[in-house]
């Protein structure tokens, strides 16, 4: 009976054992490890570390005969180790509650392994846990099942508990009613069970079967399961969060594999099926020859056999609990016997391959066909090396697929049985269906990292409302650490503006609704009060209890602050103070109802700075804001206190002018506004100069309406612009005709693009120098359907004016180079063609990318391009023109200044830029022979330019005079009507060849007049 008793309480411990292995699964991070400057400087600092330690606490930590630290924690202590760097010093001389004492007084750094409780967070910073055992109740074999603490609470039994254990300080506090014996060890509480001076022991399930297996107690069993677990950690004095930082990355760094290694090392699965049936035929045996009777042995015999059922009724019971143990965790476990190749599959492992045990016999090919395709050569490399290395430890996590497609995840353990010869002659092991775990782990990682760096600020609070954790947002917020907090009522933020009432409500909404949000004034921990938008969640068990809050916040301190200036700038221009385009716009209208009901008039003035741009680039944008200031007083010291003065934005104002006495009152304001306008304006030690041009519309003659109004004032104001600037001009009917036609003649402009409209003309430069056409200025026309070919002048400036010129730009530029290389391919001679750009096209940045893309798609060789380019445009931002045209310059293009002599060049510029030639402009070369101001002008030019190493272009040439002239004061190179128009490109290479074939040298032909 001794023999069937131990049998029995086997099978009990195969169950207890999955227990321990369920329990056994901890998260394991996928964070890599790597250690910052920060925490390398402070291990630097802090070479040797003492470790609190218990010395009697297997088969987590212990001490040997040998004083040996060994143990489960021993184990991964010695890894963070290989890690870290760190050199441990343990203490193994203090028992338990001296080491917690220890830790609490600084006088030790580091717990080993602990249970995380709110006694210990006072003084000690937590790893998360990297071992979990449920806490089990212990009794001895002839008590019954023990439902929980609280039953032993209901029967007022006497329970050991060993001493400054958390289960001592978690019972106590959760159960003080619980009659409790403190003993200082595992093996001392349960010595008082077996004893029966204690009516149960709690404690950790893996500490508590390593000592009833070690010590031989025989009288105990586990009876009951508690609540409440044992997730261990390692914690370090709080002063050190470096520390804590640095273990916890060691042990996220710790491979699966190891960890399951370290667990096998120390919690061991072991079970026999076999019966041992010695014993009854012993017994049998010694029966005959004892008893006389027949009748004594047949009822012998009976006995045995009735005995012998009900072993196996218990056994059958014992393996239905196995199986349905199994089911529960989802471990199946399987035998191969390699000598015979009988294989076993428990119940559980069909389940988890999705199989019918009916329909599918137990083979190695079955296991490996129910294997992801992926996973299966990983998989037969393990198996095989499990075989061949007697060392080789076979752990491995792979993905099966179910016959109907659904992919599963699995840990195999396996162990190999070997011969005196050390042949493998069994295999055991275990197959753990871990998705769901897997599943939960990868999205309790997730919800951690969201948490963790959300950018809203989030605190967790227990049922009572104390805080319990709190994310870096809310650190960075508050200004509170979570030390600081931990345990606390989220009241101490409280800022004080708001009553008890208010709170009131707020729960009263929380506890009906399960759901709170609004704005909220909290105070920070430097006592500044600060508004932030509040959403609080209470969370559920599933028995529907109330465990915990969530409170999630944003400080909307920018936000209000936001507001208030919005407000403020609502209506009122924020540099100048001047109602803005919101508040001109109300008062308009209220003084034209006004003018409608009293039967006046009102003028509406649109002023725009003169040259403001040119004051902005030179002197900053500082300046500017300075001088806009300047303007606006100026502006409103020209008017009435009735009168509205308005900035619409950037250098625009608006006056409103109502209950004015004639027409030439109103003039008179605008001409006072334009002659304030034109005094210096002393900004910052520098005198700046701005005009203004005003366009004025009447109230009702011009507009009815704040629509037409204004754009009929704007309309005017543009027509001042381009009548010369600085003056003013009243609205007409005929400025609505012109504006249309040139709206029209816009449209037009823009269908040309898209139709293709445009033609190239070319007008050919002669070098003086060897009488040779050296290139051509490519002229741009625009064959109109209606109108025919009509005249850059009237387009060009449009273009300019609408931002067309950059398509069409971009357009000549590539079209000319096109021409050009094909020229070059007729002709054994080299052209150099000269293309305009516009001030738009110059400032483009995209302008270098547009000019190497032609070059490269036409082939046409960088040096045999020039651009031609105005004064005023490498003069709005000198600084910049001279980067763009050195970046132009450096590829091979060269560069010219087009129309010399119109425009306001600073020669101290003009040194500086990188330029190849300077062209004259024809108004100086159309009256050189009767004008002799043009003449030295001319000569002043052609002198300066050979002095700065610049060559000569002189255009509009039309007259044997004019050209001898300009040949005797060395002027490099000519084009005009001399020798020819502009041509297109058929009529321009036939007067090119003609013209090469006639000339010879200094022999210069005369051209078409």
């Known amino acids: 009976m001794m023999k069937i008793q131990t049998y029995i309480r086997v099978c009990k411990g195969v169950v207890f054992t999955l227990l321990v292995l369920i329990a056994s699964v901890t998260h394991i991070s996928a964070e890599q490890f790597e250690l910052s400057d920060k925490e390398r400087e402070w291990l630097d600092n802090h070479p040797e570390i003492r470790l609190a330690v218990d010395i009697n606490w297997a088969p987590f930590e212990y001490v040997d005969k040998n004083n040996t630290y060994l143990g489960m924690a021993a184990d991964y202590i010695s890894l963070v180790e290989e890690k870290t760097g760190i050199t441990f010093k343990i203490d193994k001389n203090r028992k338990w509650p001296q080491m917690v004492e220890a830790v609490k007084n600084k006088d030790l750094d580091v717990f080993s392994c602990v249970v995380r409780t709110p006694e210990r967070e006072r003084y000690a910073t937590f790893t998360y846990p990297y071992l979990s055992f449920p806490m089990v109740i212990i009794s001895r074999d002839s008590e019954g099942f023990i439902d929980g603490l609280q039953s032993l609470v209901n029967q007022e039994k006497r329970v050991a508990v060993v001493e400054s254990y958390a289960s001592h300080d978690l019972i106590k506090n959760n159960h003080p009613d619980l009659e409790l014996m403190p003993v200082d060890s595992v093996k001392a509480g349960l010595d008082a069970v077996s004893q029966g001076t204690a009516y149960a022991f709690v404690g950790n399930l893996a500490a508590v079967s390593h000592v009833m297996r070690e010590k031989g107690i025989t009288n105990l069993k586990v009876s009951g399961q508690t609540a409440y677990r044992f997730d261990l950690s390692m914690a370090v004095r709080n002063d050190w969060p470096e520390l804590a930082s640095i273990i916890q990355k060691a042990l996220y760094d710790i491979e699966p594999s190891v960890r399951d290694e370290i667990f096998n090392r120390w919690i061991r699965l072991k079970y026999d099926e076999q019966i041992d049936y010695h014993m009854i035929m012993y017994v049998i045996a010694g029966s005959l020859s004892l008893l006389a009777a027949i009748l004594l042995w047949n009822r012998r015999l009976q006995y045995e056999i009735q005995a012998r059922k009900a072993l196996e009724e218990t056994l ?158 809310f650190e960075a917020t508050t200004g509170y650490t979570l030390d600081e907090v931990l345990g606390q009522d989220p009241s101490i933020n409280q800022s004080g503006r708001h009553d008890e009432a208010f709170y009131i409500k707020m729960w009263v909404t929380i506890n009906s609704e399960g759901c709170w949000s609004g704005e909220i004034w909290d105070r920070r921990k430097d006592g500044e009060i600060y508004p932030k938008w509040l959403n609080i969640n209470t969370i559920r068990n599933l028995e529907g209890k109330v465990i915990h809050y969530v409170g999630i916040f944003t400080d909307i301190s920018r936000q209000k602050t936001t507001e208030d200036a919005l407000e ?73 206190k009735s009168d509205t003065v308005g900035r619409l934005g950037g250098d625009e104002f608006t006056i409103i002018v109502p209950h004015f006495k004639d027409i030439e009152s109103v003039g008179g304001v605008a001409l006072h506004v334009i002659n304030s306008l034109q005094k210096p304006f002393p900004v910052k030690g520098n005198d700046l100069f701005v005009g203004a041009s005003i366009g004025i519309a009447i109230y009702p003659e011009d507009g009815s309406d704040y629509e037409n109004l204004t754009k009929n004032a704007d309309l005017a104001m543009y027509q001042a612009k381009e009548e010369g600037r600085g003056i003013y001009r009243f609205y007409s009917e005929e400025m609505n005709t012109r504006n249309a036609v040139k709206h029209a003649l816009e449209m037009d402009l823009r269908q040309a693009l ?109 040096n045999c391009l020039e651009f031609e380019i105005t004064e005023s445009t490498i003069m709005d931002n000198p600084n910049l023109a001279i980067d763009t045209m050195k970046k132009i310059r450096d590829i091979g293009i060269h560069i010219s200044i087009d129309d010399f002599g119109t425009g306001y060049s600073s020669l101290s510029y003009l040194k500086r830029f990188p330029l190849h030639s300077l062209k004259i402009d024809q108004s100086f070369v159309r009256d050189l022979t009767l004008d002799s101001d043009d003449a030295a002008i001319i000569e002043a030019i052609i002198s300066m330019s050979h002095a700065l190493k610049l060559s000569v272009v002189a255009e509009g040439v039309e007259t044997k005079e004019q050209l001898n002239f300009l040949k005797s004061k060395n002027c490099n190179s000519v084009q005009g009507y001399y020798f020819s ?29």
């Open 316 to 473: 059958n019971q014992n393996k239905e609990s196995l199986s349905r143990a199994q089911e529960i965790a989802h471990i199946g476990n399987w035998d191969w016997d390699i000598v015979t190749g009988n294989l076993f599959w428990s119940d559980e492992i069909f389940r988890i391959f999705g199989l019918q045990p009916q329909e599918v016999k137990p083979t190695y090919e079955a296991f490996i066909s129910a294997i992801h395709p992926a996973d299966r050569e990983k998989v037969k490399k393990e198996f095989k090396e499990s075989l061949n290395d007697t060392g080789y430890k076979y752990v491995i996590e792979h993905r099966v697929v179910q016959p109907n497609g659904e992919k599963r995840f699995v840990r195999e353990i396996t162990t190999v049985r070997r011969d005196q010869n050390g042949k493998p002659v069994m295999m055991r092991g275990t197959v753990q269906d871990i998705t769901e775990a897997r599943e939960v782990e990868e999205k309790l990682h997730l919800s951690h990292l969201v948490i963790k760096n959300a950018s809203e600020c989030v605190f967790i609070t227990d049922r009572h409302n104390k805080i319990i954790d709190v994310n870096p947002a």
């Open 568 to 640: 403020k700038l609502a209506f009122f221009d924020h540099l100048t103070k001047l109602p803005n385009r919101a508040l001109f716009r109300d008062r308009l209208n209220h003084e034209m109802s006004l003018a409608e009901r009293n039967s006046t008039r009102l003028a509406v003035f649109f002023i725009d700075l003169d040259r403001f741009k040119y004051v902005n680039d030179t002197f900053g944008h500082d300046m500017g804001d300075e001088l806009l200031i300047e303007v606006a007083g100026r502006i409103v010291s020209c008017v009435r």
């Open 754 to 862: 898209i139709e293709d409209q445009f033609l190239l003309y070319y007008q050919p430069k002669i070098n003086l120098e060897n009488g040779k056409i050296s290139g051509m200025e490519a002229l741009i026309r625009w064959n109109h359907p209606k109108r025919g070919l009509v005249p850059p002048f009237e387009f060009i400036p449009l273009a300019e004016e609408s931002g067309l010129i950059v398509s069409m730009g971009e357009w000549v530029m590539e079209e000319a180079c096109r021409q050009t290389r094909e020229w070059l391919n007729q002709l054994d001679d080299s052209l150099r063609v000269a293309v305009n750009l516009s001030a738009k096209q110059f400032q483009d940045p995209e302008l270098f990318n547009n000019v190497s893309d032609i070059l490269l798609n036409t082939g046409l060789p960088a």
């Open 981 to 1009: 128009k502009p041509l297109d490109p058929e009529t321009f290479i036939e007067y090119l060849e003609k013209y090469m074939s006639e000339t010879k040298a200094h022999d210069l032909p005369v051209g078409e007049k």
